[in-house]
């Protein structure tokens, strides 16, 4: 079964730190678009860091850039998010997606880079985890 699987949320305060992690299924996994993002009740859903695990290409959004940190781990089909210096304002259920069940091929990787933040361009999504700052 095709699935994404988060972990790491939690409670820090302001400055403190977190790591989350987006398990996958192997399919979803290889040669994808997994990015992580983030909903806080009221408003949209914001994306925050995205990789293609094809080529390890990272992009974050501008209000993260910096203090986040998005990897994976091939040998566990895991993506994670290191977030640093956690503001109240993030506090947020934090979603990770896949672009879709299966991978995508370079040349199309190419193309939607441009869009890897967006989240409608994903199909496949996780539970969710729930982060919440303290100031």
């Known amino acids: 079964q095709v699935q994404l699987v988060e972990s790491g949320g939690g409670s820090v305060q302001a400055g403190g730190s977190l790591r989350l992690s987006c398990g996958a299924s192997?399919?979803?996994?290889?040669?994808?678009?997994i990015g992580w993002f983030r909903q806080a009740p009221g408003k949209q859903r914001e994306g925050v860091a995205a990789i293609y695990t094809g080529s390890s290409s990272k992009f974050y959004a501008d209000s993260v850039r910096g203090r986040f940190t998005i990897t994976q781990d091939n040998a566990k089909n895991t993506v994670y998010l290191q977030m640093t210096n956690l503001q109240p304002e993030e506090s947020a259920m934090y979603y990770c997606?896949?672009?879709?069940?299966?991978?995508?091929?370079?040349?199309?990787?190419?193309?939607?880079?441009?869009?890897?933040?967006?989240?409608?361009?994903?199909?496949?999504w996780g539970q969710g985890t729930q982060v919440t700052v303290s100031s």
């Open positions: 997606a896949a672009l879709g069940p299966t991978g995508t091929p370079a040349v199309e990787a190419l193309r939607l880079m441009r869009q890897c933040l967006n989240a409608d361009i994903y199909k496949l």
């Open positions: 192997a399919s979803a996994y290889s040669n994808n678009f």
